[in-house]
């Protein structure tokens, strides 16, 4: 028997004085391309821990989870869940890591014309036009 389960991932909005931290990939897929940090859920890791490592490792910033923002399945054929958070600020210092060569802040009239992932896009969207409330 073959199971061929979705792998849980993570990808977190950080808001930062009116805008939102974003990663420019520096591996496949979609090098040079910018997105919420974010990665695969490692092996006895909570969802919640996977966020705020991610966004560390990704973008040198400590942050705490404050609200799960929901899990979707992309579809076509992308086996994943991925899990949305929104998270506060509490420390560190905005660097690229892991697998971002480039880490930004960006307000709503500044986001780059490459963000990918459709459902990045349709989160970042949501975030701006709630001003940052998510009902």
């Given at each position: 028997?073959?199971?061929?389960?979705?792998?849980?991932?993570?990808?977190?909005?950080?808001?930062?004085?009116?805008?939102?931290?974003?990663?420019?990939?520096?591996?496949?897929p979609f090098v040079d391309d910018w997105c919420l940090p974010g990665g695969f859920i490692?092996?006895?890791?909570?969802?919640?821990?996977?966020?705020?490592?991610?966004?560390?490792?990704?973008?040198?910033?400590?942050?705490?989870?404050?609200?799960?923002?929901?899990?979707?399945?992309?579809?076509?054929?992308?086996?994943?869940?991925?899990?949305?958070?929104?998270?506060?600020?509490?420390?560190?210092?905005?660097?690229?890591?892991?697998?971002?060569?480039?880490?930004?802040?960006?307000?709503?009239?500044?986001?780059?014309?490459?963000?990918?992932?459709?459902?990045?896009?349709?989160?970042?969207?949501?975030?701006?036009?709630?001003?940052?409330?998510?009902?």
């Amino acid at each position: 028997m073959h199971w061929d389960n979705p792998k849980p991932v993570t990808a977190t909005l950080v808001p930062i004085e009116g805008g939102l931290v974003l990663v420019r990939r520096n591996c496949e897929p979609f090098v040079d391309d910018w997105c919420l940090p974010g990665g695969f859920i490692e092996a006895r890791e909570s969802p919640e821990e996977s966020a705020c490592r991610e966004v560390w490792e990704e973008t040198g910033l400590d942050v705490e989870i404050r609200q799960i923002l929901g899990a979707y399945a992309p579809g076509r054929g992308i086996n994943v869940i991925i899990l949305f958070y929104l998270a506060k600020l509490v420390g560190g210092e905005m660097r690229a890591g892991d697998d971002a060569s480039e880490v930004g802040l960006f307000k709503r009239s500044e986001l780059p014309g490459n963000i990918c992932f459709d459902l990045h896009r349709k989160m970042i969207s949501r975030y701006f036009e709630g001003n940052g409330n998510f009902r």
